[in-house]
Structures are given as C-alpha cells and as structure tokens.
C-alpha cells in the first residue's frame, strides 16, 4: 500500500474541500451506500463536508485520509465521537471509501486500522458502524476483527430505488 495516513484538522479539511468532495461524489456515483444517491450534485458534495469542517472544528469528529506521495487523497474514513455523558468511551466508524482507481491496494484495510489506532487514542474502545448488508465492505471488517451484529431490512434506499438491508458491526479495542 503506497499511501500515507493522516488526521486532519477542521483548516485541513477546508484547504481540501474540493478534493473531498470529488472523492465523494466518485464513491457515491460508483454506487456506495453511504448516505446519499447517485448522481451526486457538487453542492451537495461541499455541503456535506462543510458540516463535516463543523465537526472537526468542535472536537465530535475525527477525519482521517489516504494520500499518494504526490499528496492527492486517495481514500478517508470518519470516527463519529460519541457526545452523551454515557458514551464518551464510544465512536462510529463512518464514511469509509476508497477512489475507484485506487481500490485493492490495501487502503481501505490501512484506513480501518488507522482508525482503531487513533480511536484508542481518544480512549474510545467501543466502536461501531453499519454498511449495506452484501457489500465488499463486510469482507473488510471482519478481517480487521469486526463481529457482525445482525440486519435491519428495508433500511436505507439504493440509487435504483431498492431498499436494501443493513449489515450492523462492532470492534471493542483493548484498551491497553
Ligand atoms: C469498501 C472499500 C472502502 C474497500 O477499499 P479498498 O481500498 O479497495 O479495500 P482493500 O484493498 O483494503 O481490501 C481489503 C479487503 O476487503 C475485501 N474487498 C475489498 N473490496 C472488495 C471487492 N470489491 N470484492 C470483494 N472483496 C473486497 C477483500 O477481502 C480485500 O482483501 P484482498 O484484496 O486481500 O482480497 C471500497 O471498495 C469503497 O470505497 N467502497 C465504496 C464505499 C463503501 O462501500 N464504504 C463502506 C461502507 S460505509
């Protein structure tokens, strides 16, 4: 895998803002469940991650990306701090997702570990995430130790029009 991995700040994430949002709008329109519907709209695209700049820049979020020697940012993926009194030792790994071009190189795998890395930083050893139940991503957790926890049908919509179900998963890291 030649791609670096870093956490970038609320600034960081506005300096890239254009290259975030071409990276979502290549992910969505290959067809990603990931919140939202193909063809995605380059406003649609900024205004996410504006609201994603919000959150890094109130410490409930942490981005973390992939990028070539070049610098160009191959892949991220998010850990969603839980805020509630009674889960501050939680997170939700979101957002996972890799340039077409660049899948099958190990970034995705680097990233999900990446991530563990840095939420047991943050002290949150309890993680969760869910994905389309089916999806190639379901390979990828669990052979970074994700348990899959069940499936809620007709949960999220699909580009045509399908409701599809959800795959649940969970990872509790040694808190060390
Ligand atoms: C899922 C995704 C992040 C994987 O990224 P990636 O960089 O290609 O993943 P890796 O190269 O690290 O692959 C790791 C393992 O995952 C599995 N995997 C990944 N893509 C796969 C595919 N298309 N088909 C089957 N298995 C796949 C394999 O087990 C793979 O290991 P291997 O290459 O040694 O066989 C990428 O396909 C993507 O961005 N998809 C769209 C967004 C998405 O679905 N995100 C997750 C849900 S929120």
Redesign the pocket.
């Known amino acids: 895998?030649k791609a670096d991995i870093e956490s970038l700040t609320a600034d960081d994430a506005r300096a890239h803002a254009a290259e975030l949002g071409a990276l979502l709008e290549d992910?969505v329109d290959?067809?990603?469940?990931?919140g939202f519907l193909s063809p995605l709209a380059p406003s649609e695209a900024r205004d996410y991650w504006q609201t994603v700049v919000r959150a890094l820049a109130e410490g409930s979020r942490a981005l973390l990306v992939?990028r070539e020697a070049d610098g160009a940012i191959?892949?991220t993926?998010q850990l969603d701090l839980v805020m509630r009194p009674n889960g501050r030792h939680r997170g939700e790994v979101?957002?996972?997702?890799?340039?077409?071009l660049?899948?099958?190189?190990?970034?995705?795998?680097?990233?999900?570990l990446a991530v563990d890395e840095h939420a047991r930083r943050l002290g949150r050893a309890t993680l969760f995430?869910?994905?389309?139940l089916g999806?190639?991503?379901e390979?990828?957790?669990r052979?970074?130790g994700w348990t899959f926890v069940g499936s809620i049908p007709r949960c999220a919509r699909s580009t045509n029009g399908a409701l599809d179900a959800n795959a649940i998963y969970y990872k509790l890291l040694d808190r060390g």
């Open positions: 895998m992910v290959g067809g990603a469940s990931i992939a191959l892949g993926v979101a957002k996972l997702m890799v340039h077409r660049a899948r099958r190189r190990g970034i995705g795998r680097a990233l999900m995430l869910d994905t389309r999806d190639p991503a390979r990828l957790y052979s970074v």
